[in-house]
T-cell receptor
């Protein structure tokens, strides 16, 4: 069964600290993995997208890693800011016989405190 | 601003009614996706269209239907509405299938 599991469900950190969010998936065959940031009540915004051959991708203070062998990805946030408070969603795209499937994780809710 | 527009922003209606949500994709994007997000829940993929054709279906109820028109805008029709249909409905678009998706601001539907 195609699944995407994210951990932790929620996280509270102090401003300036680093944190790492995890995403494990069982989607196969794999096409790509995306991380989104979603502020409450707003549409998700893409942070990174990685294909099978990419191990690391950065977007400012956000760095995503992908281990296609173990089917794990992480999102590392460096020097957190109050504006990082949001939900972070991992989405894995699978493809079979030309048809795409989009499997969403339930997200990690991050709160950054001053 | 992602370039994806959705109307209306808010919609309040009664149970049993029918509503239509509209989405205009980014210029040049051929693929349109619809998602439902209930309160404090994750995004649920509903349906995808590519250049006017249905391409993928998720957990879309039979009471819901969608279409993509020749000008590439899309509409999501929700009928026989129930209280549980209250949610944020997002539209996203992408240049091609499987690529990065750009989300609109969403339509908040409240069924009373």
């Amino acid at each position: 069964k195609n699944q995407v599991e994210q951990s932790p469900q929620s996280l509270i950190i102090l401003e300036g600290k680093n944190c790492t969010l995890q995403c494990n998936y069982t989607v196969s065959p794999f096409s790509n993995l995306r991380w989104y940031k979603q502020d409450t009540g707003r549409g998700p915004v893409s942070l990174t997208i990685m294909t099978f051959s990419e191990n690391t991708k950065s977007n400012g203070r956000y760095t995503a890693t992908l281990d296609a062998d173990t089917k794990q990805s992480s999102l590392h946030i460096t020097a957190s800011q109050l504006s990082d408070s949001a939900s972070y969603i991992c989405v894995v795209t699978g493809i079979r016989s030309g048809t795409y499937k989009y499997i969403f994780g339930t997200g990690t809710r991050l709160k950054v405190l001053a | 601003d992602s370039g994806v527009t959705q109307t209306p922003k808010h919609l309040i209606t009664a149970t049993g009614q029918r509503v239509t949500l509209r989405c205009s994709p980014r210029s040049g994007d051929l693929s349109v996706y619809w998602y439902q997000q209930s309160l404090d829940q994750g995004l649920q993929f509903l349906i995808q269209y590519y250049n006017g054709e249905e391409r993928a279906k998720g957990n879309i109820l039979e009471r819901f239907s969608a279409q993509q028109f020749p000008d590439l805008h899309s509409e999501l029709n929700l009928s026989s509405l129930e209280l549980g249909d209250s949610a944020l409905y997002f539209c996203a678009s992408s240049p091609n299938e499987g690529y990065e998706q750009y989300f609109g601001p969403g339509t908040r539907l409240t069924v009373t």
